[in-house]
């Protein structure tokens, strides 16, 4: 029997980018390099990590990216205090009846609000990718459709321009403009959830990276602890790694502060040398 491999990696800002990508490379250091993953599916900071490792860029130097300013994408600083966005959050979800109303009013408030100009932070998005165009390896990108609260995946097969699914799925409501494609508007794939692992049901041993706090509170209509549940009942084996106490101090409280990147990457490098062991028992076992 052929078992089938899958990669998960969450949203988290351009901390989670960093953090991702400095995992990624420890893992690799420590002889599990799970890159051969038969999917990799990337929701927002996710997504920029997943186009940029099935780019055909050594994980060297997507992390001397990361790490080195002269190499640093040209991201676009922004305040985010995760408790007051919770309470935005959470005025907007009262009264609603389900979870797509939810998405629906989500999306609506990120249509109205005011942000950088799209074309402005479609060249910062852009700046994040070594390759503009999609490979031909199963990779998803994962967004939400500000008016109907639908998620949307792209993949190299959907016949849209990379970098707007990247940015579609990197665009934060309230802090980043909705991302027009064929006609429709789009926002953050953490809209519908910060990992969308359920698109990985029937894969074999599935690795997530979740730059999420494993402390961290789940939304009223479930989060990872669901789908991770939802994937071991299928029989999936199922790996979740969140930041560590060093990489959580690396991050700090703004997601979105550029100046993070490289304390991040390195200590999320740390993590992942000292997480490879057991990323390899998932990753090589044949039973």
């Known amino acids: 029997m052929t078992i089938r491999r899958a990669l998960v ?12 990508t400095g995992v990624l490379a420890g893992l690799a250091d420590a002889g599990a390099d799970v890159l051969d993953a038969d999917l990799i599916v990337g929701t927002s900071a996710g997504s920029a990590v997943t186009a940029q490792v099935s780019s055909g860029l050594p994980l060297e130097d997507l ?3 990361q790490v080195d300013p002269a190499l640093q994408a040209r991201e676009i600083h922004a ?20 979870v797509l109303e939810i998405r629906r009013r989500i999306g609506a408030w990120a249509l109205e609000a005011s942000t950088v100009p799209e074309k402005d932070r479609r060249e910062a998005v852009a700046s994040r990718l070594p390759s503009l165009a999609w490979t031909d390896r199963p ?14 995946i792209f993949t190299p097969d959907s016949g849209v321009d990379l970098v707007d699914a990247v940015s579609a799925s990197c665009a934060v409501p309230g802090i980043w403009p909705p991302v027009r494609i064929d006609g429709r508007r789009y926002v953050d794939g953490g809209v519908h959830s910060s990992e969308n692992a359920d698109l990985v049901v029937g894969y074999d041993r599935i690795l997530i990276l979740s730059p999420t706090p494993a402390d961290a509170p789940s939304p009223p209509w479930g989060g990872l602890k669901e789908e991770v549940d939802g994937l071991r009942r299928r029989g999936s084996t199922v790996l979740v790694v969140h930041p560590d106490e060093p990489s959580r101090t690396a991050m700090g409280p703004n997601p979105l502060d550029p100046s993070i990147r490289e304390a991040t990457a390195h200590a999320g490098r740390e993590q992942g040398r000292g997480e490879a062991h057991g990323v390899a028992d998932l990753w090589t076992s044949e039973t």
Not at 79 to 92: K, N, P, V
Not at 139 to 152: L, M, N, P, S
């Open 9 to 20: 990696l969450g949203g988290g800002g351009v901390a989670g980018i960093a953090w991702e």
């Open 63 to 65: 992390f001397r990216r």
């Open 79 to 98: 305040e985010l205090d995760l408790t007051t966005y919770a309470a935005t959050f959470g005025d907007i979800m009262g009264g609603a009846k389900d």
């Open 139 to 152: 990779i998803a990108v994962v967004a939400v459709d500000a008016e109907t609260g639908q998620r949307r």
